[in-house]
């Protein structure tokens, strides 16, 4: 794991300062005392980190933050391949299976299939992601800070086919909502939110997973491109709890 740590960034967990940055290693300490994330890609780039130019996958991953930790590490212990690396973070698990031979045309359907099966974040399967890096602070609650680390770190590693078999996606069923024949006047009227997409519902336990569903329930009913996030900002504005803007954004990337 720590040979692919090489490139780090930092992003203000207090989200005073938006956007990230690339630091070095001094810069990074210095920022993390500061309340700033400090963040890694597991993968390798020529210049900017965008997915034209990958020179080189190191790891297919996962970041699960739901349900307790016990419970999430129950789920993991069950895993027929077992991560390479885990890391902990202060909601749960960063996982890691080090790649052989791996193919950027199968990179999304091995992290779609990872995902189905530990029921991660379904917004980490991006070859560019950033994730945590291990021995720095969670910072967003500042008077509380968590360290992440590493609790599990080997050297085995995985093919495409093994990830493909393991974690392969059952056949894709047609999601049909109710309501979906209406036009988008119908949908962006708030008076009509409670009905639709139930947002009462939605606790803060479960809100992350459970605001997406509703997001790509805004998407099945014909929200496209920026009115799509406008209609995901509102909608999570009326959460009793909302989420920060820019994970909500990040709900919305990956729908055309």
Known sequence: MQKAINKLWAIDDTKQHIGCKKVTFNQAKQLNEQNFG???????????????????????????????????FNLISKLVLYPSCIVETKKGFHLYWKALNPTIDNFEKIEKGIIKKTKSDRACKDVTRLLRCPNFYHCK???????????????????????????????????????CNKDLDFYKNPDNWEKVYKLNKISKGGRNNMLKDQVYKSYMQGFRGDDLITHALNLNSKLSEPLPRWEVINMTRGLK
């Open 141 to 179: 609650d500042p008077v509380n800070k968590f360290l992440i680390k590493v609790i599990h770190n080997s050297d085995k590693a995985y093919t495409e086919e093994q990830m493909l078999f393991h974690f392969r996606l059952p056949p894709e069923k047609k999601l049909v909502y109710s309501n």
């Open 38 to 72: 400090i963040f890694f890609t597991p993968n390798d780039f020529d210049g900017a980190r965008k997915t034209e130019n990958l020179s080189k996958i190191n790891y297919w991953y996962a970041d699960i933050d739901e349900d307790t930790k016990e419970n999430q």
